[in-house]
T-cell receptor
Framework: NAGVTQTPKFQVLKTGQSMTLQCAQD?????MYWYRQDPGMGLRLIYY???????DKGEVPNGYNVSRLNKREFSLRLESAAPSQTSVYFC??????????????FGPGTRLTVL | QKEVEQNSGPLSVPEGAIASLNCTYS??????FFWYRQYSGKSPELIMF????GDKEDGRFTAQLNKASQYVSLLIRDSQPSDSATYLC????????????FGIGTKLQVIP
């Protein structure tokens, strides 16, 4: 099992450009997440998808859109990149087991720089 | 706004000592608590979870939860240089379903 995969690993954009970050998981998890991580700010939730066909805003959704393409794939789109979106982006997935256990499995991250 | 608070550190401990990492949270109704470890340049990985008041031990790691005081802690016994990493406290707030809120993380340095 590959777990959670993300592409690309690195990306440099110019202000105003658009791009899509791809994420896929092979653990048959229902829930998927997109986070950004900035120095001194910790991991902040951008969007999440509790199940296939649903998406919800997290703490910092402005400037982003998401698509839950199917159970495996959850993409994050930046329509018009801004320097404030320079960050490390992590995708994660989790599966609800008996009880409330909810371990999140993270992808390797995408390091995005917006000039 | 519901928050998870951690001291960013760095926390420096000598090899073989006990490292104590602390976290407080704002929502008294929270039920699920996690500790993730993140090495520099890597993604977070779960090392402990706890739901009930008291202590939970797993090898050299002990998670402690006190819901009345709204804090959760992580003890690392016999600290090793390989434990040097950032430790993220995470909480599922009441009504949050599977939405996890992370603290900023505490950087731990274990000095050989």
């Amino acid at each position: 099992n590959a777990g959670v995969t993300q592409t690309p690993k690195f990306q440099v954009l110019k202000t105003g450009q658009s791009m899509t970050l791809q994420c896929a998981q092979d653990m048959n998890h229902n829930s998927m997440y997109w986070y950004r991580q900035d120095p001194g700010m910790g991991l902040r939730l951008i969007y999440y998808s509790a199940s296939e066909g649903t998406t919800d805003k997290g703490e910092v959704p402005n400037g982003y859109n998401v698509s839950r393409l199917n159970k495996r794939e959850f993409s994050l789109r930046l329509e018009s990149a801004a320097p404030s979106q320079t960050s490390v982006y992590f995708c994660a997935s989790s599966g609800r087991l008996a009880g409330s256990y909810n371990e999140q499995f993270f992808g390797p991250g995408t390091r995005l720089t917006v000039l | 706004q519901k928050e998870v608070e951690q001291n960013s550190g760095p926390l420096s401990v000598p090899e073989g000592a006990i490292a104590s990492l602390n976290c407080t949270y704002s929502d008294r109704g929270s039920q699920s608590f996690f500790w993730y470890r993140q090495y520099s340049g890597k993604s977070p990985e779960l090392i402990m979870f706890i739901y009930s008041n008291g202590d939970k031990e797993d090898g050299r790691f002990t998670a402690q939860l006190n819901k009345a005081s709204q804090y959760v802690s992580l003890l690392i016994r016999d600290s090793q240089p390989s434990d040097s990493a950032t430790y993220l406290c995470a909480v599922i707030f009441s009504g949050g379903y599977q939405k996890v809120t992370f603290g900023i993380g505490t950087k731990l340095q274990v000095i050989p």
